[in-house]
T-cell receptor, first 113, second 116 residues
Framework: AQSVTQPDIHITVSEGASLELRCNYS??????LFWYVQSPGQGLQLLLK??????LVQGIKGFEAEFKRSQSSFNLRKPSVHWSDAAEYFC???????????FGTGTSLTVIP | DTEVTQTPKHLVMGMTNKKSLKCEQH?????MYWYKQKAKKPPELMFV???????INESVPSRFSPECPNSSLLNLHLHALQPEDSALYLC???????????????FGNGTRLTVT
């Protein structure tokens, strides 16, 4: 069955510190992987996507993610967090094995000064 | 600015009311989606239109009725809702008509619905 797991429900980091949000997936075919961010009262904004090729992908707002097939992971990273990064982050998977996108349960990020 | 526009931003309705949510995209995308999102939860898929035809209905109660008048517009008609239907309703679109492929979803900012 297709699924996405985000083990961390909530993470708190200091402004300027590095960030890593974890995402593990289960998918029966080649996965297409996405990270979305949702600020309060807003819709979901696409941060980055992975389809194939280079396993380290760059996104908007200084985010990057690394695809590790052996670990079924697609972790999101940022070297230096800004207060405006406080939001809910969702990992999602799509591809040829299913007929919809599968979202993780989300990780809520708090940034402290 | 989002390229998927949803109106209204907020809606309060009674349980006997009839109202509609509207969604518009002009990116030439071939699939359009309705999602329901409760606070601190991921979006839950409700309906998908692919090439203007309903392709997925995730067993949504009949008090929610989708409509796709053309390739750019998507409506969600609401009737006799319950308080538990209060949520953020998100519209999304994707370039591919096939759902769940490598074409990412582009979301609107949603309609915050409160049922009293």
């Amino acid at each position: 069955a297709q699924s996405v797991t985000q083990p961390d429900i909530h993470i708190t980091v200091s402004e300027g510190a590095s960030l890593e949000l974890r995402c593990n997936y289960s998918y029966g075919a080649t996965p297409y992987l996405f990270w979305y961010v949702q600020s309060p009262g807003q819709g979901l904004q696409l941060l980055l996507k992975y389809f194939s090729g280079d396993t380290l992908v760059q996104g908007i707002k200084g985010f990057e993610a690394e695809f590790k097939r052996s670990q079924s992971s697609f972790n999101l990273r940022k070297p230096s967090v800004h207060w405006s990064d406080a939001a809910e982050y969702f990992c999602a998977v799509g591809g040829s094995a299913g007929n919809q996108f599968y979202f993780g349960t989300g990780t809520s990020l708090t940034v402290i000064p | 600015d989002t390229e998927v526009t949803q109106t209204p931003k907020h809606l309060v309705m009674g349980m006997t009311n009839k109202k509609s949510l509207k969604c518009e995209q002009h990116m030439g995308h071939r699939a359009m989606y309705w999602y329901k999102q409760k606070a601190k939860k991921p979006p839950e898929l409700m309906f998908v239109y692919s090439y203007e035809k309903l392709s997925i209905n995730e067993s949504v109660p009949s008090r929610f009725s989708p409509e796709c008048p053309n390739s750019s517009l998507l409506n969600l008609h609401l009737h006799a809702l319950q308080p538990e239907d209060s949520a953020l309703y998100l519209c999304a679109s994707s370039q591919e008509g096939r759902v769940g492929g490598n074409s990412p979803l582009h979301f609107g900012n949603g309609t915050r619905l409160t049922v009293t």
